[in-house]
């Protein structure tokens, strides 16, 4: 009998995994994109050997299980360690900025924007720190604070 064992992760990245998860799920859908994402992430930061390619792949592999856990943030959150939760933002505001679900919607959607404002509250993280994460994320075509894309998308409705 072949026991499938838990990825080699600590109960640290597993927290981490779960809080960018949650947001991914924000808008009740899991986007091949945000999947994509999340997993070359979670690989790269997770692998014991960032050298072994092999390594990678068979982690994202036994990561992949773990995404269809639709968690809420307020159940997460209060797990993460302070000194990862700029790192929890930033792969988050990432994952539900990888993706749209219909050509023409923004790429953050409402149900989103609103999971990110949340997510910001519960990690208190300042506006400055905010505005960091953001900026770094944005297509440099197109630099825009994540208060005016909410703004934008607030307009649409």
């Given at each position: ?12 990245q597993m ?67 302070p000194e ?74």
């Open positions: 009998m072949n026991i499938e064992l838990p990825p080699p992760v600590s109960p640290r927290d981490i995994l779960r809080a960018v998860t949650a947001m991914a799920w924000a808008d009740g859908e899991l986007e091949p994109d945000e999947i994509n994402l999340m997993l070359d992430e979670f690989a790269t930061l997770f692998a014991a050997s960032n050298a072994d390619p092999d390594g990678q792949e068979s982690l994202k592999k036994r990561l992949r299980e773990y995404l269809g856990q639709n968690l809420p943030l307020e159940e997460v959150i209060p797990q993460i360690q990862d939760r700029k790192l929890v933002a930033q792969l988050s505001y990432r994952v539900i900025n990888s993706s749209r679900r219909q050509p023409g919607e923004p790429k953050i959607n409402l149900d989103e924007a609103a999971a990110f404002q949340r997510l910001i509250r519960l990690l208190q993280l300042s506006d400055a720190e905010v505005q960091e994460i953001t900026l770094l994320q944005d297509e440099p075509d197109e630099p825009q604070l994540l208060a005016a894309k909410i703004h934008e998308i607030l307009l649409k409705q």
